[in-house]
């Protein structure tokens, strides 16, 4: 293929977008093929001579698409979702047209410079303080390890990168049980290791983070000749909501002169509508924040907001510079490749820039509004059908439930054998989880085109099914 053939096919690539985005509701959610399917489909050796693009396409229709689990779909109702507003992929479409590699400012100062205004835009909506600055990284879970590798160095006094672990104390982090895994693999990737992250009981209808419990750990390890090092606070956990009492928390660790990182990979972005900022009262206490708007702004993946209220605490455990990566002639530039782990870096400002002027804070407060509410009236219908027991409540647009009707011998196998049936079944998308070793369905609404009908639709589905299974 020649640039010459760009245009044409540039414009039959985005009729083909524009009409699967107006028609993926009308396609099961989930995808339908059987393990090895796809693989078994492609050729095991790679071609020789090029082949017609025409072909190329026809088997992406053929072998790619029934291999895909709709996540722009309307009634995507698991995990959290993946958003692409249009404006969005457009940018990300220039974005991939030019190709930069934004590692530096030289390499680019349009991105470097956009990337500093967009994150002072997205502190603004968030109502952050001024001292806070923010990176894009790739994920929530990057940002969390270059957090743990921050608060790492600074109980080491800034010698665990050059000295090793091993001839420093033994340094130890706390969370409660309902953080992400990726907290888990940053303190493996760190070297910490799993014994080092300490759990600390939860307690209350938000399944938060014990202050008290928190504070007596770090006291009891403190007693033992431990390292103290830093504490991760939950908001919007990925399997109930979960949220810490951020405020009393970080009083505790600031007693200690401990790091904080507060993980909102989700949630944070309800943080754009003031009503919902007491979730997180006290978050401007924190070192490190960070919500992921390809979650729920409508930004397509990946684009992860890392806000920091010491930025150099972070360049000065991750900076590296060789001659060949200094900038000569232009001091006091910010070099965002020092503020995460990858070297690397793609220009994801742009599509934020596109979504936040295309839309505007007051559109994404709405959406935000809707799915919520929505979701809230879904809880309420479900928790007046005999049968089935909420078993945590909204936090936002997540709750969790169970069916559990008269009689019913184990009930882990039947809620499982439900969300089984509802996810073979095509017409909306759940998936699971465990709340004190149960076993109950999640559901949770964040797909940026999704409407009441969608929400109520799962109302239909999920009693529909039970009913057969009962």
């Not at 930004?299 to 991750?318: M, N, Y």
């Not at 000569?328 to 400002?349: C, K, Q, T």
């Not at 709405?366 to 799915?371: C, E």
């Not at 936002?396 to 009930?411: K, N, Q, V, Y």
Request: hydrophobic share 45%.
């Amino acid at each position: 293929m020649k640039w010459n053939e760009f245009g044409a096919w540039g414009a039959q690539v985005a009729a083909w977008a524009q009409d699967y985005h107006a028609t993926v509701g009308e396609r099961p959610v989930r995808a339908r093929t059987r393990p090895g399917e796809v693989l078994n489909a492609l050729p095991e050796t790679p071609p020789e001579k090029p082949e017609p693009l025409e072909q190329v396409f026809e088997d992406f229709e053929r072998i790619v698409m029934p291999g895909i689990t709709h996540w722009q779909h309307p009634r995507f109702f698991a995990y959290f979702a993946a958003n692409a507003a249009p404006a969005s992929v457009l940018a990300e479409f220039l974005a991939a047209a030019l190709a930069p590699q934004c590692m530096l400012w030289q390499t680019s100062p349009a991105a470097t410079e956009m990337e500093t205004r967009m994150m002072d835009w997205l502190r603004q909506a968030l109502a952050l303080p001024e001292p806070f600055a923010g990176v894009i990284q790739d994920s929530a879970s990057s940002a969390t390890l270059a957090a743990v590798l921050t608060m790492r160095e600074k109980a080491l006094n800034w010698t665990g990168n050059t000295r090793g672990l091993a001839q420093n104390p033994q340094v130890r982090v706390y969370s409660s049980a309902e953080v992400h895994t990726s907290v888990d693999r940053a303190i493996w990737i760190a070297g910490i290791g799993q014994d080092n992250l300490v759990r600390i009981p939860i307690t209350g209808a938000w399944r938060g983070m014990d202050p008290q419990a928190l504070e007596a750990a770090i006291r009891a390890d403190l007693a033992a000749g431990l390292t103290p090092a830093g504490v991760i606070l939950c908001v919007g956990g990925t399997g109930t909501g979960a949220t810490d009492p951020i405020a009393d928390c970080l009083a505790v660790a600031a007693k200690y002169g401990l790091y904080t990182h507060v993980d909102a990979a989700w949630a944070g972005s309800a943080m754009i509508c003031p009503e919902y900022r007491h979730m997180w009262q006290g978050v401007e206490r924190a070192d490190s924040i960070v919500f992921n708007p390809h979650k729920w702004l409508g930004v397509q993946f990946d684009c992860s907001a890392h806000f920091l209220r010491e930025p150099d605490d972070l360049v000065k455990t991750l900076a590296i510079q060789p001659e060949y990566l200094k900038t000569h002639g232009a001091d006091g530039m910010i070099n965002y490749s020092e503020w995460s782990v990858p070297l690397g870096r793609r220009f994801r400002a742009l599509k934020l820039w596109f979504v936040l002027r295309a839309y505007g804070l007051e559109n994404l407060r709405r959406r935000l509004h809707n799915h919520i509410t929505w979701s809230h009236l879904l809880h309420d219908r479900i928790a007046a059908t005999p049968g089935f027991e909420i078993v945590t409540p909204p936090m936002w647009s997540l709750f969790t439930f169970r069916f559990a009707p008269p009689g019913a011998a184990d009930a882990d196998a039947l809620n499982l054998a439900l969300i089984n049936a509802i996810n073979d079944d095509g017409r909306i998308y759940l998936t699971q989880t465990r709340v004190d070793g149960a076993m109950v369905i999640r559901f949770q609404a964040g797909q940026f085109d999704t409407t009441e009908r969608d929400v109520m639709m799962a109302y239909d589905v999920i009693t529909e099914l039970a009913a057969q299974l009962a």
